[in-house]
């Protein structure tokens, strides 16, 4: 082999290993949610960072695991409906796409199973309400319209979804705009809501549930933590559950903040099981006190 051929034989190492790192990283952002590891920043894609909390998977068809780059959900064939949504909130995600208003059935939705449609809703007196909010995902017109998939909307009274639950939604922003990133995690539990047009247990015959509360957890961290072992027992965590009714819009959403232990007994699922137990004792205890 020549002097001359050797850095050729470097160069071309050099490609094979720059396309397959990025083919594990494309791998990554399409793939099964990724359990963040201390001193790793994994940026766009742990929204399912804090644990699995109903430990879903694609074997059981009322917590089947939906996972895209944009937002991570469990759901709920009989109910039609999400069970809950998890997603990170960082200014990564954050830019001036357009919103897209394209609401439509979920492609992931496995074959034989009912999928929900837009025109399920019409007329019925409640919102296409979003768990994981549009304004939360436009950074890119396909991160936008991906919040608009309906596995991640559910029947929502309009104050509720407009007023009150926009409230909170405005919230996080604002502290992600202050310096913090913010794990969330959003569901819908019960049945039977009051929309616009009184009272409903479900639509589309049946095959959609008017769920009877919505309720959600915020994590703020700081901006650019890598991974859930930053939390401690002075980390900030907010929950609140919400009548799906209209006059739950009378109050502020500080009105409606509970603990995570109490969202646990009411979900019965495991929330931030990915945290250190001694520090999920403490904070899961708490009632938010409105630090800044």
């Known amino acids: 082999m020549s002097a001359k051929s050797i850095p050729m034989v470097y160069q071309l190492r050099s490609i094979f290993l720059a396309v397959s790192l990025g083919l594990l990283i494309t791998g990554c952002r ?20 804090l644990g699995n909390p109903s430990q879903a998977s694609v074997s059981d068809p009322n917590n089947y695991l939906i996972s895209r780059p944009q937002y991570v959900l469990s759901y709920n064939r009989s109910r039609g409906i999400a069970n809950w949504v998890s997603w990170r909130l960082s200014p990564s995600w954050k830019g001036d796409s357009r919103r897209t208003n394209d609401f439509r059935p979920d492609p992931l ?3 034989g199973w009912y999928a929900v449609r837009t025109g399920d809703y019409t007329n019925t007196g409640f919102d296409r309400g979003h768990l994981c909010p549009s304004d939360d995902r436009d950074a890119t017109p396909e991160d936008n319209a991906a919040t608009f998939l309906l596995t991640n909307i559910v029947p929502q009274a309009p104050r509720h979804n407009r007023e009150v639950w926009k409230a909170l939604e405005d919230y996080e922003r604002q502290l992600m705009s202050n310096g913090n990133d913010v794990y969330i995690i959003a569901g819908a539990s019960g049945t039977g809501g009051t929309g616009q047009n009184g009272f409903a247990t479900a639509l589309a015959n049946g095959k959609l549930t008017v769920p009877a509360t919505l309720w959600k957890i915020l994590v703020v961290v700081p901006a650019g933590s890598d991974n859930t072992f930053q939390i401690t027992a002075n980390t900030r965590v907010i929950a609140v559950t919400i009548p799906n009714t209209q006059t739950a819009a009378d109050k502020t959403w500080q009105a409606y903040l509970t603990s995570i232990d109490a969202l646990e007994t009411l979900t019965g ?6 945290v250190p137990t001694d520090v999920q004792q403490l904070i899961e205890l708490r009632i938010d006190g409105g630090n800044s």
């Not at 399409?30 to 960072?49: F, K, M, Q, Y």
């Open 30 to 49: 399409v793939g099964r949610p990724i359990t963040p590891v201390s001193g790793t920043s994994l940026n766009r894609v742990d929204n399912l960072a």
């Open 269 to 274: 699922y495991d929330f931030l099981s990915n």
């Open 109 to 111: 939705i496995p074959a």
